[in-house]
Nanobody, 118 residues
Framework: VQLQASGGGLVQPGGSLRLSCAAS????????IGWFRQAPGKEREGVSC????????YYADSVKGRFTISRDNAKNTVYLQMNSLKPEDTAVYYC????????????WGKGTLVTVSS
């Protein structure tokens, strides 16, 4: 079982990035997939989650209206579209899988760094 986050990089404030979370060894659509981030010197925080049962989505207040989580089951990949990026969005972003968005995550992928700076 392996998850790999990718798509990070350097972007200017107001810009966009799309992160991908690809799975190998299991089928993503059977699991809830969450995106988390950890900024330097700060605790890890939940950013967004998409459920396996009905595709319900959840967002942290800080990213609502700017970030969108989605699945492509054919590609076994979950995406996080990030628009209107702010410097405070700078962090290492991780994806993780679990039984539901309200329970703890079981498997974590390696992170991808997002830097928002002019």
């Amino acid at each position: 079982v392996q998850l790999q986050a990718s798509g990070g990089g350097l972007v200017q404030p107001g810009g966009s990035l799309r992160l991908s979370c690809a799975a190998s060894g299991f089928t993503l659509d059977y699991y809830a997939i969450g995106w988390f981030r950890q900024a330097p010197g700060k605790e890890r925080e939940g950013v967004s989650c998409i459920s396996s049962s009905d595709g319900s989505t959840y967002y942290a207040d800080s990213v609502k209206g700017r970030f969108t989580i989605s699945r492509d089951n054919a590609k076994n990949t979950v995406y996080l579209q990030m628009n209107s990026l702010k410097p405070e969005d700078t962090a290492v972003y991780y994806c993780a899988s679990g039984s539901s968005c309200t329970d703890g995550m079981d498997y974590w992928g390696k992170g991808t760094l997002v830097t928002v700076s002019s």
